[in-house]
C-alpha cells in the first residue's frame, strides 16, 4: 500500500513570501492530486499531474517521478491562501490515498 | 452551477441510532465516493460506487451502508454498529475512471458528533 508523507505538517508565513510543500510517496504512482481544504471544511482540487509542472495563477505544482515526490508552490502568498493543502495520489484506479495535509497560515 | 451538495452540515446522533448522511451532484459523474476525516489523520474511503445500483466498500466500510438508487445521490447510513462515529465526512464525485486518473469534485462535508 502506498504511504504519503507531507511536510512541514504546519507553515506559517508572512504575506508576499513564497511557499513551499512537499510530498513523498513510497509506491509508483500514475497520477499525484493537490488538493486546498478550506477553515469551513470543503475541498477544491488544485492540480493533478503526473509528470512535469503545471502552474495555475501563483500555484505552481511540480513532480519527480524518479525520486517519488512532488512539491506545491506558492509564490506571493496571500492570508487568503490560508488552508490545509492535501496530497494525494492515485494508482490508476478510482482510490486515492491521501496525506495528513500540511496547514498553512499567512499572516498580513 | 455543477457542484456536490451535502447536507446537514452538522448532525447530531444519539447512542444506539442510525442516522444518514445525503448527497447529491449535478455534474452528471458516474462515480462518487464516501470519505472520512479524523484530525490528524488524512481522509479514508468509506464506501465509492461506479455506476447506478453498484457500489463497493472501501477501507473502513465496518459500521456504515450506502445505496445508489440514482445517478445523483449516494445517500451514507452511519449504523449503530460504528462505535466511534464522531468525524468529518466528505463524498465527492468523479468521471467514471475506467483505469484512468480523474481528478474528484469533493462537497463542503457534514460533521457528525455524538450527543
Known amino acids: 500500500k502506498n504511504e504519503v508523507e507531507q511536510s512541514p505538517q504546519n507553515l506559517t508565513a508572512q504575506e508576499g513570501e513564497f511557499i513551499t510543500i512537499n510530498c513523498s510517496y513510497s509506491v509508483g504512482i500514475s497520477a499525484l492530486h493537490w488538493l486546498q481544504q478550506h477553515p469551513g471544511g470543503g475541498i477544491v482540487s488544485l492540480f493533478m499531474?503526473?509528470?512535469g509542472k503545471k502552474k495555475h495563477g501563483r500555484l505552481i505544482a511540480t513532480i519527480n517521478i524518479q525520486e517519488k515526490h512532488s512539491s506545491l508552490h506558492i509564490t506571493a502568498s496571500h492570508p487568503r491562501d490560508s488552508a490545509v493543502y492535501i496530497c494525494?495520489?492515485?494508482?490508476?484506479?478510482?482510490?486515492?490515498?491521501f496525506g495528513k495535509g500540511t496547514k498553512l497560515t499567512v499572516n498580513p | 452551477d455543477g457542484g456536490i451538495t451535502q447536507s446537514p452540515k452538522y448532525l447530531f446522533r444519539k447512542e444506539g441510532q442510525n442516522v444518514t448522511l445525503s448527497c447529491e451532484q449535478n455534474l452528471n459523474h458516474d462515480a462518487m465516493y464516501w470519505y472520512r476525516q479524523d484530525p490528524g489523520q488524512g481522509l479514508r474511503l468509506i464506501y465509492y460506487s461506479q455506476i447506478v445500483n453498484d457500489f463497493q466498500k472501501g477501507d473502513i466500510a465496518e459500521g456504515y451502508s450506502v445505496s445508489r438508487e440514482k445517478k445523483e445521490s449516494f445517500p451514507l447510513t452511519v449504523t449503530s454498529a460504528q462505535k466511534n462515529p464522531t468525524a468529518f465526512y466528505l463524498c465527492?464525485?468523479?468521471?467514471?475512471?475506467?483505469?484512468?486518473?480523474?481528478?474528484?469534485?469533493f462537497g463542503d462535508g457534514t460533521r457528525l458528533s455524538i450527543l
Open positions: 465527492a464525485s468523479s468521471v467514471r475512471t475506467g483505469g484512468s486518473n480523474q481528478p474528484q469534485h
Open positions: 499531474l503526473s509528470s
Open positions: 494525494a495520489v492515485s494508482g490508476g484506479s478510482e482510490k486515492l490515498v
